[in-house]
């Protein structure tokens, strides 16, 4: 089954890539001079806003991106090398701390490669995954990924996602024609039926408005904006509660560990040279409540009698330290309304759970 996930989630990248070129890039490639001759007849308005003689096109952006996840900084890099002037708005720019994307697959890496972004998995003390141990009922097995066709460097990676998030950031940024800013879109400009730019707060709160002749919204599972681009039907099946557990070693090396457990599966991961990420899958939308115990208690009970041994110990020490976070597995079918400007990118479509399915690997393609 979840050799099934690995295999679907590398064809859904090779796919996603192969359809976001033929949509996208291509189309755009060709497009590129008429954008560029529009911009030349633009004029700035004086107000904060750029805008063309005709009101159209911003004078100095061909693309704005909303959001510098995974999806945002790889789409952000890849079309500023392309020679794209891009407007990056992100919320948030400090290092992301979150329980989410630390395990890229081998097909992700070899995208990272493909794009010019695989010096993102160096210097943050990422750890090279050559596939999966399963636990079942006391027996366990290891499955590794074919690799044998590849460089030696190809395998998966795994890492502090936010170390991760900052390298593809700073990348994007370094290109002279990629603007990063800290800001907050707040809406989408449309005019004619055609979305025309955004309107965002920036870092001091000031209201301002974006122009380009495309917006892609890459902002996430927990995208405002969604609601204006698509309506999918968002599922919860189930929240993932993470640990990080450290001074212990996993039982297979460089492996990631999939505990087929009763009710739902546990996962385990190195995300550096010191710690291990668990994820303990909770079926149903709501957890059990850290701060009056029950997590705890849940976790002692139920899940810590199904773990690996050599992970026993460290998995009690980190319960009863009580640093437990969580968060939603969503479920998210794209569903773009037809609309002349089209849907957007990377969480509106496809934000879900997790290291089985490789979704980072999406997102970068
Ligand atoms: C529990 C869990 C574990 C996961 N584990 C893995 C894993 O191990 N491997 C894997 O490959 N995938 C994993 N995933 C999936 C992966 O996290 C997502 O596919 C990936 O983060 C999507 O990237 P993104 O860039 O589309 O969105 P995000 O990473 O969510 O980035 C969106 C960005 O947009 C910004 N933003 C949002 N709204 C606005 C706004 N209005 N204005 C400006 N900026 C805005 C946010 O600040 C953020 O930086 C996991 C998911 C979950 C839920």
């Known amino acids: 089954m979840v050799d099934q996930y690995i295999l679907g989630g590398v064809l859904a990248s090779v796919m996603g890539f192969v359809l976001f070129y033929n949509l996208f890039l291509k189309k755009n490639r060709s ?9 030349v007849k633009s004029t700035a308005t004086g107000n904060g806003e750029c805008r063309s003689k005709d009101g159209d096109v911003d004078v100095d ?26 407007h990056v708005i992100e919320r948030d720019l400090t290092e992301p701390d979150r329980i989410v994307g630390e395990l890229l ?13 695989e010096d993102c998995v160096e210097e943050i003390d990422a750890q090279r995954v050559y596939g999966y141990a399963l636990f079942k009922d006391g027996k366990n097995t290891k499955l ?16 502090h996602n936010g170390r991760f998030i900052q390298r593809m950031r700073e990348k994007a940024a370094n290109l002279p024609n990629v603007r990063l800013e800290q800001g907050t879109v707040t809406s989408l400009r449309e005019e004619k039926g055609t979305i025309i730019g955004v309107q965002y707060k920036n870092k001091s709160g000031e209201e301002l408005t974006a122009y380009a002749p495309l917006t892609i919204v890459c902002d996430g599972c927990f995208s405002n904006l969604r609601r204006s681009l698509c309506n999918p039907k968002v599922e919860v099946p189930s929240c993932f509660v993470g640990l990080i557990l450290e001074n212990c070693q996993l039982p297979y090396a460089n492996h990631g560990h999939v505990i087929l457990a009763d009710p ?8 550096s040279s010191t710690e291990i990420r668990c994820l ?18 849940y976790l002692k009970t139920v899940v810590a009698p199904q773990i690996p041994t050599e992970l026993y110990d460290a998995f009690i020490a980190t319960v009863d330290k009580g640093n437990m976070r969580t968060m939603p597995n969503r479920s998210m079918p794209a569903a773009p ?10 969480g509106c479509i496809q934000h879900a759970p997790s290291l089985d399915r490789g979704r980072n690997d999406c997102s970068i393609v």
């Not at 900084?73 to 079309?79: N, S, Y």
């Not at 059990?288 to 208690?297: D, L, Q, R, T, V």
């Not at 309304?337 to 990377?346: E, F, I, K, L």
């Open 31 to 39: 497009a590129s001079t008429e954008i560029r001759d529009e911009c």
């Open 144 to 159: 590794s990924y074919p690799l044998e066709k590849f460089h030696s460097d190809v395998s998966g990676r795994s890492f």
């Open 264 to 271: 739902s599966p546990i996962l385990f991961y190195q995300i």
């Open 337 to 346: 309304y037809p609309t002349p400007w089209g849907p957007s990118n990377g």
């Open 280 to 297: 303990v899958d909770v079926p149903g939308q709501k957890v059990p409540s850290i701060s009056n115990g029950e997590m705890a208690k």
């Open 61 to 86: 952006v061909d693309v704005i991106i909303v959001g510098a996840g995974v999806a945002g900084a790889a789409l952000a890099h890849t079309l500023g090398k392309d020679g794209r002037r891009v």
């Open 105 to 117: 697959q081998p097909g992700g890496y070899l995208k990272l490669v493909e794009l010019g972004l």
